[in-house]
């Protein structure tokens, strides 16, 4: 650091500068991303709520109140009732969380001291962080013909040092749905925590639902399901970090909870300590803002763009993977390797991500991808055809 204050202006021209060496989503290239910019307002609100902070709830009542109210709503549109959770920094946060709530919960109730998880192989990689840090086995679990987690595969990969057991509720790669219905009766047969990663599908399947798609049940109105992450700041729309993770029993949340004598309340469930009241503050005024209405007109727009790329990359001769169930879309050229056509779209300026399984170019299908963009990219694709 220098020794002197630099004027405003300066510092501001040189962040900008800087900022510029960034992608804009506005400009439709950014095509891997599960983040979008937030709405409008829900930035406004976010810089409102800057200085609060949740890690001392009892100096921010009405901050915390307001966290309590985007739990409870959150959680009625995942068929709760009564939830207990927390807005943490995103998906990463809220997995390590449920998974440290179900060792704590064995360790206390079952005396399981080497815990395992039981996660699909298609599972994030947010997982293995959680793994490590909380000092738990991973048991990979198979995938089935269509990419989804097999069934048979969780119920053997069960001992008796299994803590919990994972499925997704729209893959990082390929945004499909486990057959969570089956896995929350296995998981409930042998009395084992089963968590549901929706941190993309979260805000999205609910609403597809509504609007007469045909979706699984993934969420709390399977009696198995003991938490969900669900993340703001990828379908919902709010800035980035809000990621959500709702626990079906308050008991989840005491296994976490270490003393906190000197603060406001006198312990704590959180991984962070001091946090953010923004974050929750953005995304209720987004829930409000946008409305069940809202997010489901959002949800099919991007449903038919989803459908206007798949169509429009088979009608040039691409394989498309397998039928999209979320708006995410993967494909392969018949010849080209993924990866060499990733470079062949990167030096078009495109900024796709390749998928490991299988390997395939992966396309999600974000608020800030407009018609016109996929036209644009249809029409490249075409060329390289
Ligand atoms: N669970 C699932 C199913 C996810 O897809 C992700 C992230 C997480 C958990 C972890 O969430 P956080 O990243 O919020 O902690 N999925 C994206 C991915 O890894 C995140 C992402 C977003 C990546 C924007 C790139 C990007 O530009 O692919």
Redesign the pocket.
Known sequence: MQDEPIDKEDILKELNDFHKLDYKYSEGR?L????TEAHPFAKEVYCKFLDTNLGDPGLFKGTKHIENEVIKSIGNLLSLERAYGNIV???????LMAIRAARNHARKYKGIKNGEIIIPSS????FKKAADMLNLKIVEAKLDEHYKIDVESVRRAISENTVAIVA?A???ELGLIDPIEEISKIAQEHNIYFHV?????GFSIPFLKNLGYEVPVFDFSLDGVCSI?V?P??MGLAPI?A?GIIFRKEEYLQVMAVDSPYLTVKTQSTIVGTRLGASSAATYAIMKYFGKNGYSKLVKSLMDNTYFLKEGLENIGYDVVCEPELNIVAFNHPEIEAYELSKKLDELGWKV?VAKCPIAIRIVLMNHIKKRHLEELLEDLEKIY
Not at 32 to 35: A, P
Not at 89 to 95: D, I, L, P, V
Not at 197 to 201: L, T, V
């Open positions: 950014i891997g991303s599960m983040c920094t995103g998906g990463t946060e809220a997995n599972a994030h990689f947010s997704i729209g893959t990082t990663d929706a941190a993309f599908g992450t993340d700041h990828k970090p990621g991500s």
